[in-house]
């Protein structure tokens, strides 16, 4: 997780609850059963929270008015497959 310039990791499969401050107030991130979630921010549209869960290798959440960025990083399950690619 990225809060501005300041970068934190945390262990996907330990359950804790993170409150961040950002610019504009804090932002509440859960981890649970292997899935984040972002349950409180100050923002205005709330699009960090209607994103849902993730719980996959590079899916990401981001609240831009707060500057929080949660991506999962680490080597994807097996058995998943790319199912697009872009250039």
């Known amino acids: 997780m990225r809060v501005g310039n300041e970068l934190r990791v945390y262990d996907i499969d330990q359950d804790r609850t993170i409150t961040v401050e950002g610019p504009i107030g804090e932002t509440t991130i859960i981890i649970d059963?292997?899935?984040?979630?972002?349950?409180?921010?100050p923002c205005r549209e709330?699009?960090?929270?209607?994103?849902?869960?993730?719980?996959?290798?590079?899916?990401w959440i981001i609240c831009l008015p707060n500057t929080v960025f949660i991506?999962?990083?680490?080597?994807?399950e097996t058995g998943t497959e790319v199912d697009d690619v872009a250039f």
């Open 46 to 59: 709330k699009i960090c929270i209607a994103a849902g869960e993730i719980s996959q290798t590079g899916e």
């Open 71 to 76: 991506t999962i990083e680490g080597a994807p």
């Open 33 to 41: 059963d292997a899935q984040v979630h972002v349950h409180e921010s």
